[in-house]
C-alpha cells in the first residue's frame, strides 16, 4: 500500500534530499544568518541520519550572505556582483553549516554545481560518483550552485531544480522543499480566503500547474512553479516530492510529527526502477559487449559483467553511456550503464579484476557493467 502523507514518506525514506531556500536561512531584518534555525535543523537531520537515512543539504543564501558581509543593497546589481558575492559568501554559509553540525559529530563535504554539471554526461557521473562516495563515506554532502562561475546560459536560477538533479543522481526516494510556505494551494491564501491546501498530489497534472502559476511565491528566486518542475523532475526518477514550510524551528521533527503541514507529490515508480526503465528504454546503445557463457550464467543469477568473462568490444562509447551486451555471435541478453570507454575495454577484455591495473595503469573499477546498471532484456540463451 503506498504511503499517502509527507510524514509517512519522510519516516520511511532511506535517502533525502533536503533543499533550503535563502528566506528560511537570512533574517530580514538584520540579514544575519539565523544560526539557531540552522543548529536546529542540523539536530533534525542528525536524527534522520541516527534512523538510517542518508541526506544530501542543498541549500541557498550565499549571494544575501555576501551582500550583508559587504553592506551592498539587492538592488541594482550585475551578474559579476552577484558572483562576487557568492564566493564571499559562500566561505560564510558554509562555515556556518559546518559549526552547525560539528557539535553532532557530522563531517561536510561542500560541492558546488552549475546546470553543465548536470547536463553533461561526463559531468553528472563525475559528480555522482563524490556524491555517493561522500554518502558511504558517512559524511554530509553540502550542495549549492557555483554562482560565482555560472553565467547565465549555465545557470539555473534557483536550487529547487537542482536539488531534484541531486535526488537523479544519488537515487533519493525523498526530496524536501523546505521555504516559506506550507505547500500548493488552490489559490494565493493570502488573498483568497477560500484558498484550499492541497495535502496529496497524484499526478502532475495541467489543473495542478495551473494552481501553481497563481499560488503565492517565495521570497527566494524560485517561486511554485519552479518546485512544481523540481517535483516532476524527481518523479521522473521514481523519487516523491515534499513541499513545506520551515520557517519553524526543527521543521522536519513537525512534518514527522504531523504539527506541520505539507504537499506530498507521489512518482509513479520507485528510484531503482526508473533508472532500470531508462537503461532499458535506449534506444540505441552505443555499443556492443560481447560475453562467454560463464559471464551469460553470471549476469541471469544478478551479478555484475567483470573483464574477465568479455571476449570481444564493439562501437565507440565512453564511461557512463549504454552498451548492448550479448552473447558471442547472439542475441542480446541486456542492457547496461558501462565503466569504462570502448578503447578502455579493448585493453582489458578477458583480464582478472586484479590485473587490470597494470594494464591501465591506473586502480580500476572491479566491474565492466555493474549490476545495479544493468537490465536483463532476455531475448537470448543465458544457459
Known sequence: MVSVSGMERLAAAKCVIIKVGSSLLVDPQNGQLRLSWMAALATDIADLRARGCQVVLVSSG??????????IKASGLRLEDAQALAAIGQVRLAGAWANSFAPL?????QVLLTLDDTENRRRWLNS??????????????????NDSVASDEIRYGDNDRLAARMAQMVGA???????????????????????????????????????????????????????????????????????????QNAPLDALISETGKCSLFLPDIKPAQARKNWIAGTVQPRGTLEIDTGAAQALAKGASL????????SGTFER??????????????????????????????????????????????????HRDNLVLTGRGNYG
Open 62 to 71: 550565499a549571494v544575501a550572505v555576501g551582500r550583508n558581509q559587504m553592506q
Open 105 to 109: 559529530g557530522i563531517e561536510l563535504g
Open 128 to 145: 555522482s560518483l563524490t556524491l555517493r562516495t561522500l554518502l558511504q563515506m558517512g559524511a554530509l554532502p553540502l550542495i549549492n550552485e
Open 173 to 247: 526516494d525523498l526530496l524536501v522543499l523546505l521555504s516559506d510556505v506550507d505547500g500548493l494551494y488552490s489559490a494565493d491564501p493570502s488573498s483568497d480566503p477560500d484558498a484550499v491546501h492541497m495535502p496529496l498530489i497524484e499526478r502532475i497534472s495541467p489543473q495542478i500547474e495551473a494552481m501553481a502559476s497563481i499560488a503565492v511565491s517565495t521570497t527566494g528566486s524560485g517561486g511554485m512553479t519552479t518546485k512544481l518542475m523540481a517535483a516532476r523532475i524527481a518523479a521522473t526518477a521514481g523519487c516523491a516530492t515534499i513541499i513545506a514550510s520551515g520557517t
Open 306 to 313: 567483470l573483464a574477465a568473462g568479455l571476449a570481444a568490444v
Open 320 to 369: 557512463g553511456e549504454v552498451v548492448s551486451i550479448c552473447r558471442v555471435g547472439g542475441d542480446e541478453l541486456a542492457r547496461g550503464i558501462v565503466s569504462y570507454s570502448a578503447g578502455e575495454l579493448q585493453k582489458i577484455q578477458g583480464l582478472r579484476s586484479e590485473k587490470i591495473p597494470e594494464v591501465l595503469g591506473y586502480e580500476a573499477r572491479k566491474a565492466v557493467v
